[in-house]
């Protein structure tokens, strides 16, 4: 039986400025960009069909112009996304010069395999020729052959730049690191997700101080959309087989993605080509297959015949055919050309399908960064098209302990995904400290109706999509790095703070948590071993800065939430925000500190998973607790350090306050350790 958990559900004003070209044909994200073409190093965040591939061709076009660059090299994850880098006729729309690859310079269309194409690579090089696409791959196995000097003075971009990873043993990265230490030549980098399911570092610290980032938010690009206004994320649990209850998430009137699960993950029945056949029944009656495309003809129950097409089929020419059909430029804008894509592994990073209203996901993915890839497959605009969701089905625990670990795991990624993507797609904060004697700080739009401190802390301003919020207490950022930091990348130390496996337990299911040991020993430690060139005042602005961001999210949807699964569909996430800050008449960091980040996830997980199964997820978590370890006792007693500056006393055992014991818990913990020393010396 399926359970519905209520998804954040976010809204956003459709008011088209996103798809607006300005006089050199540019959108709102690639006119930003361009604004940076003179960086020789340039990361562009962005989401999916927001334009990074054509803000690439404009950026360019101007170094190898204007700024001396001898050739570019575009470089892709796989071969289908090399067509986002085909010829454009960019000065129809008003720019000063078109985009053109020779056919010859298009790797990713050529046959044969990459030791065929590394020799092409040297072709190019060696010719007067401007622009080279290939694939990660060739790039790599050129830069082995070749040496990163052959590739001075050109410029090397990179698509879906998440696949880099500062880790020694990925190559991609050793060559980006070596070529970028080298300094002669230019990066610009492009992704819609920049952290990597692994936890990996894209780009070590010292490279990455070396990027101007040019940041485009989901929340920018979907409030700028003319048709899609509402977006829903959201998770189920079933029992048994999924294919049983599958059509009681899957809507058949809805435009559809359906990921099924890998062979080797627990929710797989281990035969795929089966479980296609069994969702192809539940939907209707087969009639046939369709001669021109391919796909699947299905009779629903209503008399309306479903097109649905098959990406699982290990029958290369069927689902070649199949997959020739779903990129056939003619049907692009066919919404009735298919109505049901199934996949596996395709139909994720690059596939563009407009009209797909829901992304639905059977298990859990490989990494937090292909949630997002699916999540963009239906976040993109089309005509009549005003609401879409993301649907994540997951297998509730069963009773052996085996399996029940894995389910936990599971059930522990499903969530993180969920704070994240929840974080991703709502504005962002902006953070100032309180100032008791100003109603208003210079410079700081509270949005219409002004700031009444007397009311609440909180203004939103419509045109740039941001939450302007003050917080007594909070530490402000010194450096520009930190500053940086908190303006652009609060994310990625989101992400990392909800993908730790031992945070996201304690934070759910250790009744006798203190919420400070998560807020800020462990997002302090989080903070430190991300950003260790930040001194520790501007390490805890940084720390502060994403706890408030994440809690705010978490307060927010609690406010809308509140005893109704239901109510959370249909209210603004902007409402909730704007009631937890109203609710909350004088807010402070200490507070926000207060607060368990996961504490609503817990209440959505004992709202609909069965008794039995939180239980037995429960009882996983328990038998793995630890007690305190001396690096966490050394990083309270750092925060006990900090209270006694602030109150002339060390904290107390006896103290009511839990934060406070705890603290004291941590000095104790660490006396024992020296005085056992002492002894055993």
Not at 444 to 461: A, L, R, S, T
Request: hydrophobic share 40%; charged share 30%.
């Amino acid at each position: 039986m399926t359970k519905p958990v209520p998804s954040v559900c976010v809204s956003y004003p459709a008011n088209g400025s996103s798809t607006t070209s300005n006089e050199m044909g540019m959108r709102a994200m690639q006119e930003r960009a361009y604004e940076k073409r003179g960086e020789q190093y340039l990361l562009i965040k962005s989401p999916p069909a927001s334009g990074k591939s054509r803000a690439l061709m404009f950026i360019a076009l101007d170094k190898l112009h204007n700024q001396g660059l001898k050739q570019a090299i575009i470089v892709v994850p796989e071969k289908s996304i090399g067509s986002s880098f085909a010829d454009e006729p960019l000065s129809k729309f008003g720019f000063w010069a078109d985009w053109t690859v020779a056919p010859r310079w298009n790797l990713c269309n050529a046959p044969g395999g990459d030791d065929g194409k590394v020799g092409s690579v040297r072709s190019f090089l060696d010719s007067d020729d401007q622009i080279l696409v290939c694939t990660h791959a060739t790039f790599r196995f050129a830069v082995d052959k070749f040496g990163i000097e052959a590739f001075d003075d050109r410029l090397i971009a990179v698509d879906e730049f998440h696949h880099v990873s500062a880790n020694p043993d990925n190559k991609l990265g050793a060559h980006l690191g070596a070529m970028i230490a080298r300094d002669k030549l230019h990066v610009v980098a492009m992704t819609g997700s920049y952290f990597r399911g692994d936890t990996e570092a894209v780009l070590g610290p010292e490279d990455e101080a070396k990027f101007e980032t040019v940041t485009y938010t989901y929340y920018e690009q979907l409030s700028g959309y003319t048709y899609l206004k509402t977006l829903d994320i959201g998770y189920f649990f079933y029992s048994g087989s999924y294919a049983d209850d599958l059509l009681k998430v899957l809507e058949p009137d809805e435009k559809t993605i359906l990921h099924i699960p890998n062979v080797n993950s627990r929710e797989s029945t281990k035969d795929k080509h089966r479980e296609v056949e069994h969702i192809l029944d539940a939907l209707g009656e087969w009639q046939g297959t369709d001669a021109d495309t391919g796909f699947q003809l299905i009779k629903r129950p209503d008399g309306r015949v479903l097109r649905v097409a098959d990406l699982v089929d290990d029958e290369a020419a069927k689902r070649e055919r199949v997959s020739a059909a779903l990129k056939d430029p003619g049907q692009k804008n066919n919404r009735d050309h298919v109505d049901i894509i199934i996949a596996l592994g395709m139909a994720k990073e690059g596939f563009d399908w407009i009209w797909c209203e829901h992304a639905l996901t059977v298990g859990y993915r490989s990494s937090l960064t292909e949630i997002v890839q699916i999540i963009g497959r239906a976040t993109r605009d089309a005509k009549g098209k005003t609401h879409s969701r993301f649907t994540n089905l997951i297998a509730e625990p069963d009773a052996s302990e085996e399996a029940v670990k894995e389910a936990v795991n599971d059930t522990l990624k499903a969530i993180a995904a969920s704070l994240l993507m929840e974080q991703v797609l709502t504005p962002k904060f902006e953070f100032k400290p309180k100032v008791a004697t100003n109603t208003a700080q210079e410079g700081f739009d509270y949005g219409e109706g002004g700031f009444d401190p007397e009311k609440c802390n909180v203004g939103f301003n419509d045109d740039s999509g941001k939450f302007q919020i003050e917080i007594k207490g909070l530490t402000q950022p010194k450096s520009p790095e930190a500053s940086r930091i908190c303006e652009n990348d609060l994310n990625e130390v989101i992400i990392a703070f909800v993908q730790d496996k031992t945070t996201i337990e304690r934070g759910l299911f250790d009744e006798e948590l203190v919420p400070e040991e998560l807020t800020q020993v462990r997002m302090g430690k989080i903070v430190q071993s991300k950003f260790p060139e930040l001194d520790a005042e501007d390490q805890e602005a940084v720390r502060q800065h994403a706890v408030a961001a994440l809690n705010f999210t978490q307060q927010a949807k609690q406010t809308l939430l509140g005893d109704d699964p239901e109510a959370q569909a249909n209210t603004a996430f902007v409402t909730g925000v704007r009631q937890f800050a109203m609710n909350v008449r004088d807010l402070d960091i200490d507070l926000i500190d207060r607060i368990n980040p996961f504490s609503e996830a817990y209440a959505i997980l004992a709202k609909t998973m069965s008794e039995e199964s939180l239980k037995q997820v429960a009882a996983v978590i328990e038998a793995k607790k630890i007690k305190l370890s001396p690096e966490e006792a050394r990083d309270l007693a750092k925060r006990a350090l900090k209270f006694k500056q602030e109150r002339g006393v060390l904290p107390s055992l006896s103290s009511s306050d839990a934060w406070e014991k705890k603290m004291a818990e941590g000095v104790a913990f660490l006396a024992r350790m020296k005085q056992e020393a002492m002894n055993a010396q």
